[in-house]
């Protein structure tokens, strides 16, 4: 898109965020940061703000499923995409998932005092959760999320509850409803749990399917 003359910045944000979900597929996933932020971007720029924090949450989120460095960059990369979801009047749904990275990311960095919890200052798991109707998409969306970096902080951490706990209700949900960026990012760190956890207990079978 960047070699094109005259794509306009709506444009740019609408098919390079669909291009880029499929280029996932055939390179490396780090590859698509770029796009995805310059997506977001150009999505403000023209002001189709929907696609544009659509761009920013897949840019939030493959950044924990490509092995991207993680510093307190991040955390204020974060911070102001939230605070710019909410200035735009984006659905609380939105807002969440980027509050819910940026305390993944406080935890990550050893700020919190519970790492293996979220309730910090960016967000409690409790109170997002609060947000949305039990049975929900959004309420649904919003714990399978919780428990994909939760499975990533047992590993991180190497605690067995945590992945155990958060394993079993991902086992619940379907493997393939997922955007491209979340649905990597379960893929990622559902594997991994699922690899640590058959160390830990080879004679449970459950961990190895």
Not at 26 to 36: G, K, N, V
Request: charged share 20%; with cysteine.
């Amino acid at each position: 898109l960047d070699q094109i003359p005259g794509v306009s910045p709506s444009t740019y944000c609408n098919v390079g965020l669909i291009s880029n979900s499929i280029a996932m597929q055939l390179r490396p996933i780090r590859m698509s940061l770029a796009t995805y932020y310059e997506c977001y971007r150009q999505g403000i720029r023209a002001g189709d703000t929907e696609w544009a924090f659509l761009a920013a949450v897949a840019y939030g989120t493959t950044i924990y499923a490509c092995g991207h460095h993680i510093n307190s960059l991040m955390e204020a990369k974060y911070a102001l995409l939230e605070e710019e979801c909410k200035r735009f009047h984006q659905p609380q749904s939105v807002s969440v998932v980027l509050s819910i990275l940026r305390q993944m990311t406080i935890n990550i960095l050893g700020k919190s005092d519970n790492p293996l919890v979220f309730d910090g200052k960016a967000m409690t798991e409790a109170t997002v959760l609060s947000y949305f109707q039990e049975g929900t998409a959004s309420f649904t969306q919003t714990k399978r999320d919780l428990s994909i970096l939760k499975v990533m902080l047992g590993c991180v951490l190497d605690d067995a509850d945590t992945m155990k706990v958060a394993l079993d209700f991902l086992k619940t949900l379907p493997d393939f409803d997922l955007a491209q960026h979340r649905g990597f990012m379960r893929l990622l760190w559902s594997g991994l749990g699922s690899f640590a956890m058959a160390r830990k207990f080879p004679k449970q079978k459950e961990y190895k399917e």
